[in-house]
């Protein structure tokens, strides 16, 4: 089993940045893919963005590319989610979801990660 824990939500006015933090554990991260995904209130949950096991490439959603950066700490089994110029519309529930497979068809389908965090409440104001 993989146990995912978030951090680093919280409110910032539109223009900020947030850094969104899951740690993991009960399996060695090397071998986790990892994602991000959000859930705004009334909406479905969105791809945000992934970095594979390797962490040889980054992908991201259009709506967030070139503001959001992700990236992996293999030595603290942690994967970030850097949120910059933040908009009021990126407010809502932010995942952190992990799987043992990676396939470049499938890194956005919520559906193909097995474990996922609690989540996070990221607010933006305009």
């Known amino acids: 089993q993989v146990q995912l824990v978030e951090s680093g939500g919280g409110l910032v006015q539109a223009g900020g940045s947030l850094r969104l933090s899951c740690a993991a554990s009960?399996?060695?991260?090397?071998?986790?893919?990892t994602g991000w995904f959000r859930q705004a209130p009334g909406k479905e949950r969105e791809f945000v963005s992934a970095?594979?096991?390797?962490?040889?490439?980054?992908y991201y959603a259009d709506s967030v590319r070139g503001r959001f950066t992700i990236t992996r700490d293999n030595a603290k089994n942690t994967v970030y989610l850097q949120m910059s110029n933040l908009k009021p519309e990126d407010t809502a529930v932010y995942y952190c979801?992990?799987?043992?497979?990676?396939?470049?068809?499938?890194?956005?389908?919520?559906?193909?990660?097995?474990?996922w965090g609690q989540g996070t409440q990221v607010s933006v104001s305009s």
């Open positions: 979801a992990a799987d043992t497979t990676w396939s470049l068809y499938f890194y956005t389908r919520d559906d193909k990660y097995e474990y």
């Open positions: 009960g399996r060695s991260f090397n071998s986790l893919s």
């Open positions: 970095i594979p096991w390797s962490g040889d490439r980054t």
